[in-house]
């Protein structure tokens, strides 16, 4: 009989990597999508579930021995919620708890919950660990960090493990966040504006993180592990700007902007400068104890998310056409 495994948010930009993944190696796979939505996940048992109110999360975990949460509320680029911190709250942290209680209550040994290093906050000097103090300063991030922190209450003496799985900015194909804007506009050209060109961040291929938790999958442990999970080497933007460049065909370009005019605000976007800024993590704690090391560098993963973004963009063009 092929392992069953549970996954939330299954439809979304990471859960159609894993979901593949799982199912190429044979095992049975049980997709939560949100209800309403009309989601397909092809190959999967796909159940409507809301993790929120925990409706259909009961059937929807049945003889599952494993199940992967990936389902949240993430980065909003236009807030409209009057408050924030309240509504990631609600996903966040009290659906986690209704995913995990769920599961609990159907018998499932293994939990893995993907979180942020933003449970850690959003700056710090030198490399960051497991062993760092954690300062989230947003509401993504404290939603994060208290998820992480009610898995830990909920597992203990329940004979469940847990996995905890923090993660970098994720970037490959089907993601919507601030790479895909990186690639438009290398795309189209221009110029890319740098404050501190020679400053390093930690990101992770979407197919790294599939890598890792089917990893952790196969892996026995017990009570709760928290594992920081990103690629094998840290980034200047001026890399990464030139590795999407070099894929699209295009030469790279740089628009030098000094320190003082990005403080002053309004010299570009705060999502850019989210991308430009510096903020390192190590991975040694999860390639020591469980033996993983990512399989994917930053040329191939860029290239797959830009060949991703071509065909996006000619299907686009084509519907309009």
């Not at 700007?241 to 990005?262: D, E, H, N, Q, T």
Request: a positive charge; aromatic letters at 8%.
């Amino acid at each position: 009989m092929a392992v069953k495994i549970a996954v939330t948010g299954a439809a979304g930009f990471i859960g159609s990597h894993l979901v593949p993944a799982l199912l190429k190696r044979g095992w049975s796979v049980t997709a939560l999508v949100e209800p309403g939505l009309g989601e397909k996940v092809e190959g999967a048992d796909v159940v409507e579930a809301d993790i929120v109110s925990g409706e259909g999360l009961g059937p929807a975990f049945r003889s599952a021995e494993a199940v992967v949460h990936l389902a949240a509320r993430g980065h909003v680029l236009k807030e409209r919620a009057k408050d924030p911190l309240k509504e990631y709250r609600r996903v966040n942290v009290e659906g986690t708890r209704n995913v995990l209680r769920c599961g609990l209550e159907a018998g499932a040994k293994l939990f893995i919950p993907l979180s942020s290093v933003k449970a850690m906050g959003e700056e710090g000097e030198g490399v960051l660990d497991e062993g760092s103090a954690c300062s989230p300063s947003t509401p993504y991030g404290i939603s994060k960090w208290e998820s992480e922190e009610a898995v830990r209450k909920e597992v203990m003496g329940s004979g469940m493990h847990a996995t905890i799985l923090r993660l970098p900015m994720v970037y490959g194909p089907g993601n919507k966040g601030n790479f895909p804007r990186m690639i438009h506009w290398a795309d189209r050209g221009l110029p890319f504006p740098v404050v501190q060109p020679d400053n390093l961040r930690s990101m992770v291929y979407v197919g790294n993180v599939v890598a890792g938790i089917l990893t952790i999958l196969g892996k026995a442990g017990s009570g709760v592990s928290t594992y920081i999970l990103k690629d094998r080497e840290d980034y200047t933007v001026r890399a990464v700007y030139s590795a999407v460049c070099k894929s699209l065909g295009k030469k790279p370009r740089f628009w030098g902007i000094p320190g003082w005019a990005v403080r002053l605000g309004g010299t570009f976007s705060g999502d850019l400068r989210k991308v430009t800024g510096s903020l390192r993590f190590s991975s040694a704690k999860i390639e020591k104890e469980l033996g993983f090391t990512p399989q994917f560098s930053l040329e191939e993963g860029v290239g797959r998310t830009v060949e991703w973004y071509k065909a996006s963009r000619k299907q686009a063009l084509g519907q309009i056409l």
